[in-house]
Each structure stands twice: as C-alpha cells, then as structure tokens.
C-alpha cells in the first residue's frame, strides 16, 4: 500500500511561485508513473501534469506549460511540482497520484488529501 502527502500549498500573490511535495510512504513509488491533479471550487478533478517512473517522460496540462515544472527524486520517494508566474485561475486543491503514465485519472491508483493553493489577484 502507497500512502501520498502533499505540502507546501499556500496563499500566493498572482506572479509568484510555489514548491509542491508529494511524499510517498508504505512503499517505494519508484515503479510508479506520479502526477499532479487539481479541483478548483465548483469544478471537476482535472490533470496538471505527469511524469515517468523514470523521470525521462513528463507531461503537462496546456495552460501551465513554461510555468510548472514536474520533478521526482525517487531516493527520497518524493515528487514535486514547481509552479512560477502563478495565476489566480491556478487556485484549487491540488492531489499527487501514482499510476499508470497519463492524463486519465483512472489510470493512478493512490492519491493524497490535497494541498491548498490560493493564488490572489
């Protein structure tokens, strides 16, 4: 059993920059595909990026492309995602997951509680 944690969200001015961690535990998460999701008020879970048990693959949602940046370190079993030129429509609770590689939500079979990331205008 793989259990998430998610930090490091919190209230940031629009233009600034955020570190999101997503601590594994129970197991390594090293086999595991990990992404990056986030619910905005109102609104339905939607992916943000992913990336490969390897590191070499990642993708990412079209809208944060050039400002967020996925990253893992498999020997701290962590991954992160670093989020700059934030903007207020970048607000939402944001989850960490490990799976299968893709943007599919069904394809993670763990998730964390979520962080909060508020992004003020």
């Known amino acids: 059993q793989v259990q998430l944690g998610e930090s490091g969200g919190e209230l940031v001015q629009a233009g600034g920059s955020l570190r999101l961690s997503c601590a594994a535990s129970?197991?390594?998460?090293?086999?595991?595909?990990m992404a990056w999701f986030r619910q905005a008020p109102g609104k339905e879970r939607t992916f943000v990026a992913c990336?490969?048990?390897?590191?070499?693959?990642?993708f990412y949602l079209d809208s944060v492309k050039g400002r967020f940046t996925i990253s893992r370190d498999n020997a701290k079993n962590t991954v992160y995602l670093r989020m700059n030129n934030l903007k207020p429509e970048d607000t939402a609770v944001y989850y960490c997951?490990?799976?299968?590689?893709?943007?599919?939500?069904?394809?993670?079979?763990?998730w964390g509680q979520g962080t909060q990331v508020t992004v003020s205008s």
């Open positions: 990336i490969s048990w390897s590191g070499g693959s990642t």
């Open positions: 129970g197991r390594t998460v090293s086999g595991y595909a």
């Open positions: 997951a490990a799976g299968t590689y893709s943007p599919d939500p069904h394809a993670y079979d763990y």
